[in-house]
């Protein structure tokens, strides 16, 4: 979401500023290379508290002091000195931070840099003073900057005839820190840049294990599905270059950021087309393996609402206490999907590889094995594999010797496995992730791309391919334009914070 409205750089009491060859604000624009004053401010889906803590971390783990003022919604920084320069040639810096509530979670943060001169101070001090007394408060030059007697004066009168005073609080609903020094500001994007990347690209959690199942009674899955049957798939048209990935044996392994509609939707196109020309196809999903009676039997079903209840009322997975992207109503509508592409006479099996309980190295092992036994039951289908980035990446990682991801452990025993990461534009997500008070919560968030995966304005939707794999193993990318979040197909009352926080692993 975004709010539109100028982004100015903040100047209390400037008079006469230089002229800049750019913006207060201004950045490079990675298409243009032109400095640009962003005309859009972000609004982060997030509630207001928790943004203003993120940003507080922020500076203080830049060694700033951080002072609230009461509401929580403005805070200022310590102050410091960048470089050395003379007593009253000085510029003193700090932060100044200012959130603004849009909705329960919908926040706006602006972080401005507050630059003060002591030049500038120095035209708040009277010319004249009526002896040496005063001269000497008014030359003390080594005194900080923010000294608070030279805040503001007036003259009261004395033996020696009228002399200068400072003033208890001359303009009292002026903000207390700033009464009247000169002090001028800018948006400090650089910040908003890593706040940004705090709240917005962070993996999303998937929860495993002592995630215990809720009862129900009736499952009506998101949009009010009833009667399924004798209806056509939704394939829509070929995602544009996958075709050339499609061959029989062959598996591509593609990074799903869960909880979203575009991966599902982009997944149920390639299944069209592969089976469009024949190909048997198997589509495999990071459904615990537990799962998979239920699936075929849903899969052999005409697909009316019996049905459906039958699969959902019976599955511990799609009701999980605390659900993440895995359980999506996308994902549900892509099984649904493929459901009908077997009804219509299509070569296609979908397959529940993920583990039930096991982390780590463990886990990816018994993903791996999941995949393999059933690629081994259909060896001439083509497969196409949704899992989280890190799991479907065909190299190693670099914070983990040992780890071996699904998708290594797959390109070791088949030759043609082909990994795509997903590039894609800010948009939301339904997922799990730690909170700033270090609890998980499941709720609509929104996910920006990094610097890598952004999909530019000039990049059409699609499959583009590397010349050479990357270093994480990814052959190609999959652009899919700005997400959507997808909430899980049997969404509670309200959004789940785990007040104990159940076992979590990231993809």
Known sequence: MRLHGALMGLTLMCAGCATLSRGFGATANEDTGEYETPAEELVYIVPAEDAMMVARRILEEQRYDVMEKEGGLEMFSSAHEPGKNMPGLRTIERYYIKGERLGPRQTVVRVFRLSYNEMETQLEIPPQVAGKREAAMFAALDAHPFDATRDAFTYANGPSGPRAVPMEDPFKNAPGMERMRMVRGVRDLDIERTLLQRLEMVPALELVGSNAPVPIRSVTPEGGQTEQAQQAPECGTPVDGAGPLMAPGHVLLLA?????????????????????????????????????????????????????????????????????????????????????????????????????????????????????????????????????????????????????????????????????????????????????????????????????????????????????????GFHGRLYVGALSASPPALHRLAPTTAAQTPPATSP
């Not at 990461?421 to 948009?427: A, C, K, L, N």
């Open 256 to 472: 799903d950021p869960l909880g979203t509609r575009e991966l599902p939707a982009a997944a149920l196109r390639m299944l069209c087309e592969a089976t469009a020309q024949g190909l048997p196809v198997t589509l495999a999903l990071s459904l615990p393996a537990s799962e998979q009676p239920l699936l075929e039997t849903y899969l052999a079903s005409p697909g009316q609402h019996q049905d459906l209840q039958s699969m959902m009322s019976e599955s511990p997975f799609w009701r999980r206490t605390y659900q993440d992207g895995r359980s999506s109503s996308a994902m549900l509508w892509l099984i649904e999907q493929a459901r009908r592409l077997r009804a219509a006479g299509k070569d296609i099996s979908v397959v529940a590889f993920d583990a039930e309980k096991a982390q780590g190295n463990e886990r990816e092992a018994e993903m791996a094995r999941h995949l393999l036994a059933h690629q081994q039951t259909r060896a001439q289908a083509w497969t196409l594999v949704l899992a989280g980035g890190t799991h479907v990446r065909t190299a190693g990682v670099n914070w983990d010797s040992d780890y071996a991801p699904l998708g290594a452990r797959l390109a070791q025993v088949l030759p043609s496995v082909r990994a795509l990461d997903v590039g894609f534009t800010r948009g939301t997500q339904f997922s799990c992730r730690f909170n700033v008070w270090d609890a998980v919560e499941c709720n609509v968030f929104a996910i920006s791309p990094t610097k890598e995966v952004r999909q530019k304005p000039d990049i059409a939707s699609g499959v583009r391919l590397f010349p050479q794999p990357l270093a994480e």
